[in-house]
């Protein structure tokens, strides 16, 4: 079938396999490009110097949680299970985008190249990442793939990057749903349209208790805590493994709905986690804050796609610019595994409250001052120009497999069976 986006309320509902599979191979390109040689075959050269040999991603199929597998894999030539609940494609259905980029990463890795005897090992596992019987999978398919590439099964490695509006707690079986509310009083700013420019004023109405703490349950950090746990009791985590979660917290003017809101306070609650796993013992653990992006949650959150717009203009005048991808290898690169956090991960460079910053350009100040006076500046009339509106828009897109550069999409394609 021929596939447009189909869009609802800043909602795409679509997506389109070849599109997601070219920003797939997009990704790798920037990695390789960014890392010495771009050759995938470099784990054991590397053996033993700090690197990544064998990952885990739970929340691997998007946004921050991909870019991370890609890097690792690309970048370090890292083997990796990764954990995500996605849905295939039918004959008259497109599957999610997350379904298909999947599918991409794991062809990528098996090809053969610069005379490589074998692809760089990866399995993609899915399924509900809260479940016991996911982490009992992820386990089982750690062990598998370091038989196969002949290293031992110790996760050096793990990201924890979900997004999911509920959760089931094995425990109780009691299904959570978080809302994206603010606290203690009401909440009004200014939204966009992506497609026509609209600007509108939303409110929303403070959370309940009830409502606070199931956010927290679904987006907090105990899942988090659970995954290092049943690793840990399998004994596949490495001596001086490493875990990193990812947040965000944002200018003061998007306070009130996200860092003061809900979102917030379960934030809050992953920095809590993190500390409790250092504090085990089991593993070193960093909660990242990250620069905004264009994600499939971040257009409907009030303020923030205006916000973004605004930043993305300025940020790239500035040449500051960053997407998913470049944010995570400086990640790599830059704080968790430079010459001397590579050897040693008390050298990894973090804030007054222990966390990684790659939200850094984002929030210098000449930055900030000039998306405030830009937000003031903004009307309809002229969003466009003052705005990165398309550039969002673009991101946007693409994060469902469309408006990527090369892909036609005049052409039928295949939704199922891939």
Known sequence: MVLKPMIRNNICINSHPKGCEKSV????KTVKAAFSGGSSAVSAATAGTGIPRLALVVGCS???????RIAAAFGYGTATVGVSFEKAGT???????????????DAACACRENGAKSGIKSRTLD???????????????????AAEAGIPAKIDLVIYSLASPVRTDPKTGIMYKSVIKPINTEYSGDTIDMLTGAITRVSAQ???????????????????????EALAAAGVL??????????????????AIY????????????????????????????VSVNKAVVTRASAVIPIIPFYISCVFKVMKEMNLHEGCIEQIIRLYRERLYTPEAACDSAKTPVDSEGRIRIDDWEMRDDVQKAVAARMKETTEANIFELTDI??????????????VSGVDYEVDVQTAGL
Do not use: C
Request: charged content about 25%; aromatic content about 10%; hydrophobic content about 40%.
């Open 25 to 28: 191979h997009n990704q790798i």
């Open 62 to 68: 998007t946004g921050y949680g991909l870019a991370s």
């Open 91 to 105: 004959e008259t259905k497109p599957g999610t985008p997350g379904f298909y980029n999947n599918l991409a990463f």
């Open 127 to 145: 399924g509900d990442a809260f479940s016991d019987a996911a982490k009992n999978a992820a386990i089982a398919a750690v062990k598998e793939l």
């Open 206 to 228: 403070p959370a309940t208790d009830e409502e606070i703490a199931s956010t927290v349950k679904v987006m907090g950090g105990e899942d988090w805590e659970l995954w290092i």
């Open 238 to 255: 490495a001596k001086d493994a490493r875990t990193v979660a990812y947040t965000y917290i944002g200018p003061e003017l998007s306070w």
């Open 259 to 286: 860092k003061n809101g809900t979102i917030g306070r379960a934030k809050q609650d992953l920095e809590r986690a993190a500390k409790a796993i250092n504090a085990s013992g089991n593993i070193r653990a960093w």
């Open 390 to 403: 398309a550039g969002f828009k673009h991101d946007f897109l693409e994060a469902h497999g469309f408006d």
